[in-house]
């Protein structure tokens, strides 16, 4: 069963810049879109950027269009959300989440496979 694991959270301050990663194993992420969600504290989650893993059409959440940049390792199995600029509004916790699709999408419920989450703040 495919498990997908986050890391790269950490203390930042405003302006700064933090590289997530998302490894996945027990399955390759070919025939998956791999999304980024960001959860603010006592707010709902919500979608930020998603990458097709075959093909690597991106889509990014409008605040984060020029700050935010998802990429992907096909070799390693892992994908990558560097976030340049950060703004104490990007402080909460960051999941990557796929789904079996070739259409990308940053809905939270069309995802079914989630992890565990890593925390970013930003803060001075």
């Known amino acids: 069963q495919l498990q997908l694991v986050e890391s790269g959270g950490g203390l930042v301050q405003p302006g700064g810049s933090l590289r997530l990663s998302c490894a996945a194993s027990?399955?390759?992420?070919?025939?998956?879109?791999i999304a980024w969600f960001h959860q603010a504290p006592g707010k709902e989650r919500e979608g930020v950027s998603c990458i097709r893993h075959t093909g690597g059409n991106t889509k990014y959440l409008k605040s984060v269009e020029g700050r935010f940049t998802i990429s992907k390792d096909n070799a390693k199995n892992t994908v990558y959300l560097q976030m340049n600029n950060l703004k104490p509004e990007d402080t909460g916790i960051y999941y990557c989440?796929?789904?079996?699709?070739?259409?990308?999408?940053?809905?939270?419920?069309?995802?079914?496979?989630w992890g565990q989450g890593t925390q970013v703040t930003v803060s001075s």
């Open positions: 989440a796929i789904r079996r699709n070739v259409y990308c999408s940053l809905d939270v419920p069309l995802f079914r496979t």
């Open positions: 027990g399955s390759t992420l070919d025939y998956y879109i």
